[in-house]
């Protein structure tokens, strides 16, 4: 199997990358950060001590032209592909009254156009393998974000492409899907998770009692890449412990939760 992961070297990526390593045998995977450096110099060898056969690329997938060659060189360099994992994504806070129209085409461009243009240029060596899509949404694509500028609507955009591309390109063998990760520990969420009040405060709002994990996300991910999923066409996977569902449990005066008094 070759995989082509983007925003391969931390967090959900790397968690991603590590199970797939993990539970792959036979594994070709072509790894794709913004930049070269220390994080990408690292993933590489972790994966080749783990006996993957292993490719990096760089490029800023905001420009049309360097994704179609991070695709186009992971193609020369693994054959074609089984998969593409579109994970390299950003939010930023941000009120609409005065967001620029450079920061909502930024977040669109990184969230949604990128996957457009990445599984363009995917297309035809996914044709040949009958191979798949996963593209990592938020679940603030179900719901909107107050504060977070366009991320809501640019991931929302996101599942509505996957779905499109699932109806689109299914009768030529290529699936699409989503995951939509919940609370996940990640470098970029680490400084949250170090004060242990908000921590315990996160975790009381997951139904399952704990923040997620970037392998959480790496095993929804190696499930719908697989073969295991092969009828699996258009959907939107939630890996987030429950906590989207649990709000109607917040209301006071529900059955066996007692009304707020004065």
């Known amino acids: ?87 390299a994504g950003a939010s930023g806070p941000g009120k609409l009254a005065d967001l620029s129209l450079e920061q909502w085409d930024l977040t669109f461009n990184l969230n949604t156009r990128a996957v457009f243009v990445m599984a363009q240029a995917a297309y035809a060596s996914l044709k040949r393998t009958r191979g798949s899509i996963t593209a990592i949404a938020s679940m603030s694509g179900l719901h909107p974000h107050p504060g977070y500028g366009a991320y809501s609507p640019a991931k929302a955009a996101l599942i509505m492409l996957c779905r499109q591309l699932a109806q689109a390109w299914g009768p030529d063998g290529i699936r699409s899907n989503t995951v939509c990760p919940g609370m996940i520990r990640t470098p970029l969420t680490e400084a949250v998770y170090q004060d242990l009040d908000t921590k315990a405060l996160r975790e009381a709002l997951v139904p399952m009692g704990r923040i997620g994990r970037a392998d959480d996300i790496g095993h929804a991910v190696h499930y719908l890449i697989g073969a295991g999923a092969s009828y699996v066409n258009g959907q939107n996977l939630v890996v987030d412990g429950g906590v989207a569902d649990h709000m109607l449990t917040m209301i006071p005066g529900r059955p066996g ?3 707020v008094k004065d």
Do not use: F, N
């Open 1 to 87: 199997m070759h995989v082509l992961v983007t925003g391969a070297t931390g967090g959900i990526g790397l968690g991603i990358c590590e199970v797939l390593a993990s539970q792959e045998v036979g594994l070709t995977l072509s790894v794709a950060s913004s930049q070269a450096g220390p994080r990408l110099d690292a993933l590489l060898q972790a994966l080749l001590a783990q006996g993957v056969r292993v490719h990096g690329l760089t490029g800023d997938v905001t420009q049309p032209e360097q994704a179609r060659s991070i695709v186009r060189q992971a193609i020369e360099a693994g054959g074609d592909l089984d998969a593409l994992v579109c994970v």
């Open 257 to 259: 939760k007692p009304p």
